[in-house]
């Protein structure tokens, strides 16, 4: 069940950064976020945007985790940024510890989302990045199973 949508177009890297930003100011513990979009689109900005609203100190450089899998970093909440582009069935999940981070009480940005099983997430905030030219963005919020939240 969809709660609420939004679309947002971003300009610039930065202001795609500080939606991320302003998305992680206001996560409450164990929010998961589903990214998905095109390769380049945007995911892992979004990402280093939100590391930022977390509280992420500044010397964590927040990269895309395409090698590691996983990667995690201390903040208000910890976050654990996963990137599913290498991995190839569900099996795999369980071997990277994926089912123990979701019933954690962190923030957990998974990027590739469409590649997890369709019923494993219940409550979750999906972002679907668009690249609309080399600049521009169209970003799309949806919130699944979650209570509507008011962002200042």
Not at 20 to 27: F, I, R, Y
Not at 78 to 89: A, G, K, M, P, T
Request: cysteine-free; overall charge negative; proline content about 3%.
């Amino acid at each position: 069940m969809i709660n609420k949508q939004v679309q947002i177009i971003t300009n610039f890297l930065d202001e795609t950064r500080a939606l991320g930003e302003k998305t992680g100011k206001h996560l409450d513990p164990g929010t998961v976020l589903a990214l998905t979009g095109d390769l380049g689109s945007g995911k892992t900005t979004f990402v280093q945007g939100l590391a930022k609203g977390l509280d992420v100190p500044d010397n964590y450089y927040i990269t895309s985790p395409t090698y590691t899998l996983i990667n995690e970093y201390p903040g208000r909440y910890h976050l654990f940024h996963v990137d599913l582009y290498r991995i190839e069935n569900y099996a795999d999940f369980d071997d990277i510890g994926l089912y123990e981070i979701l019933r954690s009480d962190g923030i957990i940005a998974i990027e590739w989302a469409d590649k997890l099983p369709k019923n494993l997430l219940l409550e979750y905030l999906a972002i679907h990045i668009d690249i609309l030219n080399n600049e521009s963005r169209k970003i799309s919020i949806a919130a699944h199973g979650l209570r509507e939240k008011t962002w200042d």
